[in-house]
């Protein structure tokens, strides 16, 4: 794939600003909070949400070098796996997935879209897989499967935080930006290009705190510098990554009830709830604008359903 056509494929998007609307909460009312919800889940049906902008810099970078096999990582259930594959499929480049944990029976939701876009999966095993991160580990793999370019697990790099850079930057300014964590990439590419004096991190795994660091590391290897303050808000990880209870299930029921807003448990519910709860307790000054980001995901609820018996209502 040209160079040329990826920056096409971007355009359009880069034209467009997703929607921002406000919710009509009791709790935002009675603080006198203004609460923004930006709707990054619209933005492209397969390329969805943060990881339309984190792969933007990826696959120019990618295309410049006249790649044609991109290797990646994820789990089985990845958002970012998904990702890669569609934009695999929309420009042009061959996709191999590297997955965590040995190959199931029968491929679900998001494994089966990714093997239809023509990725190529491996299942490699737990342990196997923590070598992820390896330079030696990668370039073999690159080798086995004769792919000539890396992007790493959920698209966290350097090139990831100039994407999420230019998303943000289109919006006017605020006072608070909020946003669920994983691997920190979109949190770092927000404070690099916020019009805002803070941005709340919700790490959605447990013992979050080190984020901060990783956070800041991120900001500064990437050449770029980060405006406003970063905090990490973890209290609301309900145990750890992709854990879940009642609680934020009937929330996340409620809320496309009330909303017709549609949440996932991983990422964007755990977000919401925890917004909400700060908003209903006090933590947020009357005519603070907070504006939370909706970083999509929602191809994942097909396959918790599956696992965890329909309990999502989808409308
Ligand atoms: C990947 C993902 C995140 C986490 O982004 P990081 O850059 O890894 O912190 C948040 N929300 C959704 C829906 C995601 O798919």
């Excluded at 600003?17 to 009791?26: A, E, G, M, S």
């Excluded at 897989?129 to 370019?149: I, P, T, V, W």
């Excluded at 697990?153 to 935080?161: D, F, K, R, V, W």
Aim: overall charge positive.
């Amino acid at each position: 794939m040209n160079e040329q056509s990826v920056r096409d494929f971007y355009k359009s998007y880069e034209q467009k600003k997703d929607q921002v609307l406000t919710l009509d909460h009791p709790a935002a009312k009675k603080a006198g909070v203004k609460l923004e919800l930006v709707r990054m889940d619209q933005n492209h049906p397969g390329i969805s949400g943060n990881k339309l902008w984190k792969l933007k810099y990826n696959l120019l970078e990618a295309a410049k070098k006249g790649a044609k096999r991109i290797i990646t990582f994820g789990g089985a259930y990845s958002n970012h796996i998904h990702a890669m594959a569609a934009a695999g499929r929309l420009l042009d480049f061959e996709t191999v997935g590297i997955i965590r944990g040995e190959s199931p029976h029968q491929l679900n939701p998001t494994l089966q879209d990714a093997t239809n876009w023509g990725m190529e999966l491996h299942h490699i095993s737990r342990t196997e897989y923590r070598n992820r991160h390896e330079e030696s580990f990668q370039n073999m793999l690159c080798q086995q499967f004769g792919a000539d370019y890396i992007v790493p697990e959920g698209g966290s790099n350097a090139l990831a935080l100039r994407g999420i850079r230019d998303w943000v930057e289109k919006f006017e300014n605020c006072d608070t930006y909020c946003v669920a964590t994983g691997s920190g990439g979109t949190a770092a590419g927000i404070l690099t290009g916020m019009k805002a004096q803070k941005l709340l991190s919700f790490p959605v795994l447990k013992g979050g705190l080190y984020l901060k660091d990783v956070i800041d590391k991120m900001v500064i290897s990437s050449g770029l510098s980060s405006i406003g303050e970063l905090h990490i808000i973890d209290s609301y990880h309900f145990g750890g990554f992709a854990k879940f209870n009642n609680d934020l299930i009937n929330f996340i029921n409620a809320f496309q009830e009330k909303y017709k807003i549609p949440l996932e448990p991983l990422y964007t519910a755990k977000l919401l709830y925890g917004v909400l709860e700060l908003t209903q307790s006090g933590s947020f000054q009357k005519g603070e604008v907070v504006r939370i980001v909706h970083t999509g995901g929602l191809q994942g609820i097909r396959g918790f359903n599956q696992r965890f018996g329909d309990i999502i209502h989808i409308s």
